[in-house]
């Protein structure tokens, strides 16, 4: 592993002596330092006590004993922070989970894109709008999407800082409050089925679903908080790396302590700073954060620092990766071979993955590396409809998630989850599903202001779509 023993001590700034993707650049530098100093002595968003118990539970995804579920928002909006579309996304989420906890027969560990994922890469700074050339829009975190607006604001950084634990707060509220009741009646409507043989098919799933939920009432195997609390994790891409530095935080290693530490451990950093050998580096601005496709350069700047914070992290993999390349990645940001420190997010297309992810596999099982095995099977699968509309379609999302099964078992591998860009909302951006949804039907509630997203039925046809695959295979097994 010689790429990583030969690289200089990690420091939270040392990102910047490397080449640098998908930058911003501020007109105003004095005003951008002051944003950052007024982030870095705000709270932090997240605990280390959570990120801890992410990472043990990433560990259980990479060893095959639970099944990671990401989703949420191609890029979130400031003005999706509001009770209704946090709620609608959170359902979503939990009843997701619930379809698959039942097929799998596996813990299923949760983590939403969401509260952070406000910037939004672009293969161009300039766009071109009503035959004027102006700058891209970056995400609410960067500038508007209003195109008289479009000059880099240090101040939306403060607001990404605000929004986002406004809902976290309001997520942690809604858990503690009883929000993700297993027993919630309005969580299985299934009226928006269209076929009646696959509204039949989803209804007997929900039925042997609650009937063991209330057999276990019966008998006394669940207590009140087994059935109305989750574990819901958020994570975004960390893209822009001022932000990310100004939310790590050094936490002082167990060997430098002198008792364990306590549910409550202060983030900020010690009077007496610690040499940072001393420390271990927590982003916590999210849980988990990733590496996008546009910005994985092994000799770039945000591998540079996501190898040296504790979170999990993702990296992107798609057709443009070479299996040695991804294999080089792996040992730079996992030199301590840890199971589930890296979730591989792959993302090819229903069309491609036959031919690239065999050999991305191969290469990862001919090292001593355990990443997640996650499939995105949304990226790869974006079209432009006649109307215009950037649209992706139901079925070659399923085809992609199922190849990606097969393809794992075939080679003594294992897809270790699903990530997923969708909405709790009834919006109407992709085609197919359940609702039998086609290209006329896009303009109808066509909301995105990015990327096309599964709407809620979508959502939860996809969960019943592998719960079925994972059932079957479970009852053959018990035949053969």
């Not at 983590?111 to 995400?139: L, N, W």
Request: with cysteine; charged share 25%; aromatic share 8%.
């Amino acid at each position: 592993m010689s790429d990583n023993t030969e690289q200089a001590a990690w420091t939270p700034d040392s990102w910047k002596t490397k080449p640098i993707k998908q930058d911003v650049v501020y007109d105003n530098p004095e005003e951008l330092s002051t944003v950052l100093t007024r982030i870095t002595n705000m709270p932090p968003l997240v605990s280390t006590a959570e990120v801890e118990r992410l990472r043990a539970q990433l560990k259980d995804v990479a060893e095959g004993r639970a099944f990671l579920l990401q989703g949420g928002d191609c890029a979130e909006s400031f003005d999706y922070c509001n009770p209704t579309a946090i709620e609608d996304k959170l359902k979503v989420l939990l009843q997701m989970s619930l379809v698959l906890l039942w097929g799998m027969r596996q813990p299923i560990v949760r983590i939403a894109r969401m509260a952070g994922q406000y910037a939004k890469p672009r293969s161009s700074p300039f766009e071109t709008v009503d035959g004027k050339q102006i700058m891209s829009y970056r995400g609410d975190n960067v500038n508007s999407i209003d195109p008289a607006a479009r000059r880099p604001d240090p101040q939306r950084l403060m607001s990404a800082y605000l929004h986002s634990a406004a809902t976290i707060n309001y997520v942690r509220m809604l858990l503690a409050g009883g929000f993700a009741d297993l027993h919630r009646p309005e969580a299985w409507d299934l009226g928006h089925v269209r076929n009646p043989s696959i509204r039949r098919e989803y209804q007997t799933i929900v039925n042997r679903l609650t009937d063991s939920l209330g057999f276990m009432d019966v008998i006394g195997a669940t207590g009140q908080s087994a059935v109305s609390t989750v574990n819901l994790y958020m994570s975004h891409e960390a893209l822009l790396l001022d932000y990310e530095q100004a939310l790590t935080r050094p936490v002082a290693k167990a060997s430098q302590t002198q008792a364990r530490r306590g549910p409550y451990e202060p983030a900020t950093p010690p009077r007496n700073r610690l040499a940072p050998e001393l420390c271990d580096f927590y982003n916590m601005s999210a849980h988990f954060i990733w590496i996008g496709d546009r910005t994985r350069q092994l000799d770039g700047a945000h591998v540079e620092y996501f190898r040296g914070v504790r979170n999990p992290v993702g990296v992107k993999v798609g057709p443009t990766m070479d299996p040695a390349e991804l294999v080089r990645a792996l040992d730079i940001l996992d030199p301590l071979l840890e199971p589930g420190r890296v979730t591989l997010i792959t993302r090819y297309g229903a069309d491609k993955i036959a031919k690239y992810l065999p050999a991305h596999i191969e290469a990862v099982m001919a090292t001593k590396h355990q990443p997640v095995w996650c499939c995105d099977p949304c990226h790869g699968n974006t079209t432009t409809a006649p109307s215009g509309h950037k649209t992706r379609s139901f079925d070659a999302i399923i085809s992609e998630i199922t190849d990606s099964i097969s393809i794992h078992q075939q080679l003594g591998s294992r897809l270790g989850g699903v990530h997923l860009e969708l909405t709790g909302e009834h919006v109407t951006e992709c085609t197919g599903g359940s609702m039998e949804l086609s290209h006329l039907d896009l303009p109808s509630n066509y909301q995105t202001f990015c990327d096309p997203r599964l709407n809620y039925e979508q959502s939860l046809d996809i969960a019943f779509k592998i719960a079925k695959v994972y059932e079957t295979q479970r009852e053959e097994s018990h035949i053969d």
